[in-house]
Each structure stands twice: as C-alpha cells, then as structure tokens.
C-alpha cells in the first residue's frame, strides 16, 4: 500500500526525489504514473467498483485510468498469441478462438477514496464467436508501485545471497514455496509466480470484499481462491481462464483468511514470505510485528532455517519517535506505523534471527531496510543464513553482495526493471 499523503506532497512529489529514473522500457515504470496517480474525480477516470467493507477497510473502490502502452501496433500480436492459447485448449475449435484487444487501463484500488492500495494494468479483450464477452486479464508482467520492486529486488537479492538455488526454482527444477500477506489487486503474487516457474504462491487476505475487487475489476486469476477447508472454489477453469492463466493460475492460492490464524494453522515451510498489510486506516495491525505475539513465533517456525527471507513494506511517512519515548498502549495500536518503523524492524529481526540463532543448528541471519525512490516507503528485509561462513556483520560486505547477487537476479528472471536502484537507497543495517 502507498502511505495517504497531502495534496502538496502528492504535487512535489517528483520535485524532491532525487532517484534517478532508468531508461524507459518498463510499462510499470513511474514515468508513468501520471497516468494513474491523479485525481478521481477528473475526467479521464472513472468508478468500476465500489462497495464497503466490514473489515477495516472503510468504502473499497475501484478506479480506471486509460494507458497509453502497449501502443496498438503490438495488439495484433497478443491476439495472435491468445488464438494459439485457444487452440491449445480446445482442439478442434480453432475458429471460435479469434480474440480483440479492445484496450489497456490502469486499475487503482482505494480504501476510503484517500489511499491508494494498489495499481495494476489490465487488458481487456472480447471473442469474436461472442461479441458481447468481455475479458480482464491483469498483466503479470507490470509492477506499477515502486516498493513492489523494492520488495522484488531485495527479496530476491538477498535469499540469493543465503546459498538457495534461486535459478533453479526460476527454471521450474527446484518448488519455491513463497507466502504473501496482503493481496490488494495481487500484482506480486502475480509477478512471482509467472517468473518463478517453480514458485507456489500462498496468498492471505483478510477482507473478502478486496478479494472480490482484484477478481472482479482487476483481472486477477479466479482459480486461485480457495475455501476454508483447502480446496478451491472452483472445481475446476473455465475455458477462457485456462487460456489467460495455464502454466500460472495453478501455482496461486488465495486465501480470504485473518494472517495470524492461517500461520498458526499452517504445516507449510515457506522460503520467502512477503508482507504488506496496511488496512483503510495505514494501521500495520500491532500483531503482526508485536515480537511477543503468536504471529511472529509461529512465523518464525515456517521459516526455512537455512536461508528463509522476509520482506516487509513500511510507511515511513511519519516522524520517528524518539525509541525512548513512551506511548500508551491504546495509540501503539492505533498510530501510523511511519511512528514504529524501527520498532517493527527490531521485532522482526529479534523473533526470526536474534532467537533463532540460539538453535545450534541455525546459520547466521541480519536484517537491513532501504528506502524507496519516488514514495514515502521504506522496505525491511529479514533473512536467514546469509552470514554462514563469512562476517556478515559490516555494512559494506553486506551491501557489495546484495549488488553482486542483483546483477544475476535482474538477468535470470527477466526482470524489465534495475535492481540497484532499489538495492543502494538508503541501505541501513538493523541492529
């Protein structure tokens, strides 16, 4: 989620950074962001979903921004592709796989019309054998939000910097089990599992109506809902979802379920789990990184014990309060987590490497955070075995093997962004 920010902050906001903008040959670059990051209520945009939530979240709103890429010269080729999609699915019925791009949008996800949760890019397309069919397909490959690829970069950098056999999970020789808290419109569950071949994606959402939200308004896979007993929803894919998602949709499981209950109730390993879980308020519920809660304990014991990462995005909008300063325990709970950033980093690297290294059998662990380019986010990084056989324990070693290990992570998994970007913003070392 994007920290609520004032309007004059949203006005400057290019003004201050400082970042330097890569070349462009991303569609998720924010060189494009002013195409979806404007007002609601101008007249390019427009309401496709809107309802309230009992969880949280206040009144949940979909908005639709058109997108000026991929230009209509490359439409053809994407229809082409869908057409054999078709044919793989249906032999025989080739002639009604014919399909029409009719356009690209952004899609933005608000809570209370003030943050924006998250963005995606979707393409929509009807059937020429059904002239009145209109499909969403969110594009895997696009990651509009700059702390998505963030969490990407130094995620991936850093688990690769713990021994694991990140090329072969990639490659689909090795299962990545991967758990991601906050589901928004899903763009990194989607990211991860259509460049990780090999990658199982666990999803956990606490609020059904956002759910319905990134099915419904913002393409995402409908086959990966699950139900409470395991299963999924579906039985099994229609034919256009067999189309739009075989090979990924299989690899996603959405949960609509509380994060702590499902760790608690989970028997799953994960080697990477993301969390990005601000509700309608910017609130980082207190359970979550509260370093004596079920939550963090239990996540602790499904973590893989030789290289488990966890990335964590964090507001950091807010002024940090002095660590000395008292609170009471009433506003602890309700203040913006900008106040707690480094509280949350402590916890987390306490709970899942302070504590785990007192198992003998555990390898050495550390925790960093970098700062954002363009938003007021900062990301935490949490990860095991990073330092077996090495100090790990000085900033700039840690650092240099981040940058050397993103150099192979941006090429083997394609990536249409630069990780060193996000890698050398701000590089703190949690103490």
């Known amino acids: 989620m994007l920290p609520r920010a004032g309007l004059s902050w949203r006005r400057h906001a290019r003004r201050l950074c400082t970042a330097v903008r890569p070349r ?5 670059d924010w060189f494009y962001s002013s195409e979806w990051w404007g007002s609601d209520f101008e007249s390019h945009s427009r309401a496709v979903l809107r309802s309230t939530s009992e969880k949280g979240n206040g009144v949940v709103s979909v908005f639709a921004y058109p997108s000026s890429r991929p230009n209509e010269v ?22 009604n796989g014919h399909f029409r791009i009719l356009g690209y949008q952004w899609r933005v996800l608000r809570f209370n019309d003030n943050t924006r949760q998250s963005t995606v890019k ?35 950098s850093a688990i690769s910097s713990c021994h694991y056999e990140l090329t072969a999970a990639i490659h689909g020789k090795k299962r990545m089990h991967i758990l991601c808290i906050g589901h928004g419109g899903g763009s990194l569950p989607l990211f991860l599992a259509s460049k990780i071949q090999g990658a199982v994606v666990h999803i956990v959402e606490i609020d059904p109506i956002v759910i319905s939200a990134s099915i419904q ?29 075989k090979g990924i949709h299989e690899r996603l499981c959405l949960y609509d379920a509380d994060a702590e209950k499902f760790i608690l109730e989970n028997n799953t390993l994960y080697d990477m789990v993301f969390i990005d879980a601000y509700d309608g308020d910017d609130i980082f519920p207190h359970k979550l990184w509260d370093p004596d809660s079920p939550f963090l304990k239990s996540l602790s014991d499904h973590l893989h014990p030789d290289h488990g990462t966890v990335v964590v995005n964090l507001h950091s909008d807010s002024d940090i309060l002095n660590p000395m300063e008292s609170a009471s325990g009433f506003y602890q ?8 950033v480094s509280r949350v980093c402590r916890a987390y690297k306490d ?32 990860c095991r075995g990073f ?13 240099n093997t981040l940058i050397s290990k993103s150099t192979q992570v941006e090429h083997v998994m394609n990536l249409p962004f630069s990780c060193l970007q996000y890698i050398k913003r701000g590089f703190i070392l949690v103490e």
Request: glycine share 8%; charged share 20%.
């Open 333 to 340: 709970h309700l203040l913006p987590m900008g106040k707690y």
């Open 351 to 382: 709970v899942l490497v302070n504590e785990h290294t007192n198992d003998a059998r555990a390898g050495f662990g550390l925790g960093f955070t970098v700062s954002v380019p363009w938003v007021c986010n900062s990301t935490l990084v949490v």
């Open 217 to 245: 308004a913002m393409g995402f896979p409908a086959f990966s809902v699950m139900t409470q007993s395991g299963k999924r929803a579906l039985s099994k894919p229609d034919t256009i979802n067999e189309v739009l998602w």
């Open 74 to 95: 490359y439409w053809p080729e994407t229809e082409k592709w869908l057409q054999q999609r078709y044919a793989e699915i249906k032999p025989g019925y080739e002639q």
């Open 387 to 399: 330092g077996s056989g090495g100090a790990f324990d000085n900033r700039d070693i840690v650092l």
């Open 122 to 156: 979707i393409m929509a397309a009807y059937r020429e054998a059904e002239p009145h069919s209109l499909y969403f397909m969110q594009q895997a490959h696009c990651l509009a939000v700059p702390y998505l690829k963030s969490m990407v970069a130094v995620g991936m």
């Open 24 to 28: 462009i040959e991303d569609e998720g």
